[in-house]
Nanobody, 124 residues
Framework: VQLQASGGGLVQPGGSLRLSCSAS????????IGWFRQAPGKEREGVSC??????????YVVDSVKGQFTVSRDNAKNTVYLQMNSLKAEDTAVYFC????????????????WGQGTLVTVSS
């Protein structure tokens, strides 16, 4: 069982990136998936969550990025996405995805599986 976040990179302020969270060894549609980030010298913070597909599929985004970040999933590709627009320097961080227990809606009681992060750097 493995999760992997990808799609990070260097982007200019105001730009966009789409991060992907892919899985091997399990099917993401049965899991609520959270996105987290950890900026240098700061604690990890939750950014968004998307409930497992057979629930209401509800999505949540933390207030600080509401209207800026969107979470979605493509079950055919076994992938969850985090679309990030209008990026700012303060969005610079390592971004992680994590899966809650199967069948647990957002926010799950805990995150069972964690992937390695992907670095997003917003700089001119």
């Amino acid at each position: 069982v493995q999760l992997q976040a990808s799609g990070g990179g260097l982007v200019q302020p105001g730009g966009s990136l789409r991060l992907s969270c892919s899985a091997s060894g399990f099917t993401l549609r049965y899991y609520s998936i959270g996105w987290f980030r950890q900026a240098p010298g700061k604690e990890r913070e939750g950014v968004s969550c998307i409930s497992f597909s057979d629930s209401d599929g509800s999505t949540y985004v933390v207030d600080s990025v509401k209207g800026q970040f969107t979470v979605s999933r493509d079950n055919a590709k076994n992938t969850v996405y985090l679309q990030m627009n209008s990026l700012k320097a303060e969005d610079t961080a390592v971004y992680f995805c994590a899966a809650g227990p199967a069948g647990d809606s957002c926010p799950p009681t805990y995150y069972k599986y964690w992937g390695q992060g992907t670095l997003v750097t917003v700089s001119s």
